[in-house]
């Protein structure tokens, strides 16, 4: 084989093999945790159904919210913490009368953020685990089908999820309002 055919052989290959190394790292890497929670990979094509929870869009959503009990809307969406607070990297907005209760929506939460999901849920439904529950997060974002999972197995009997989340009330030209995370921890 001619000199220069090899010269361009070999870097050719060697991207071919550094491409089929990076292929089968990321076939390798889980997207479920033991425990059935979505710890990769969060931005990504969601299911049709959750566990435990019923799955709503913009138009079952609005009369819900009409309902007494209103039910909590409760937003997933992460923020960076870093060093015992939380970096406002970027502006965020929610539904209004949403509580933000950041990273819960994590596949592998330690104990703290746990702590912090359970804490916050008991004070926002007063102890009533029937009280209606709405999660979500963006679309296509697996943090809120974790924080159903994670609701349902605390306890809590009427759960939502808003599975298109802020990008559908967007959507639809419906007001959001500039979000802060509920104070951690």
């Given at each position: ?92 907005e929610n539904l ?14 330690t104990p703290p953020?746990?702590?912090?999901f359970a804490r ?66």
């Amino acid at each position: 084989m001619p000199r220069a055919r090899r010269r361009l052989l070999r870097p050719t290959l060697a991207v071919l093999s550094l491409s089929l190394l990076l292929g089968t790292a990321q076939a390798d890497t889980a997207l479920f945790s033991a425990d059935g929670y979505r710890i990769n990979l969060y931005r990504s094509p969601t299911p049709a159904q959750a566990q435990g929870a019923t799955i709503i869009d913009t138009a079952a959503l609005q009369p819900l919210l009409t309902q007494t009990p209103r039910p909590v809307l409760i937003d997933v969406y992460r923020r960076q913490w870093l060093q015992g607070k939380f970096i406002e990297d970027q502006p965020h907005e929610n539904l209004p009368g949403s509580h933000w209760l950041a990273n819960t929506g994590d596949g592998d939460l330690t104990p703290p953020w746990t702590e912090y999901f359970a804490r916050n849920l008991k004070a926002l439904t007063d102890g009533d685990q029937a009280r209606p529950l709405v999660f979500y997060c963006r679309s296509d974002c697996w943090l809120s089908w974790n924080a159903v999972k994670r609701a349902a197995a605390m306890g809590y009997k009427t759960l939502y999820w808003y599975r298109d989340g802020l990008d559908a009330w967007q959507a639809a030209n419906l007001p959001v309002t500039a979000a802060q995370p509920e104070p951690f921890p």
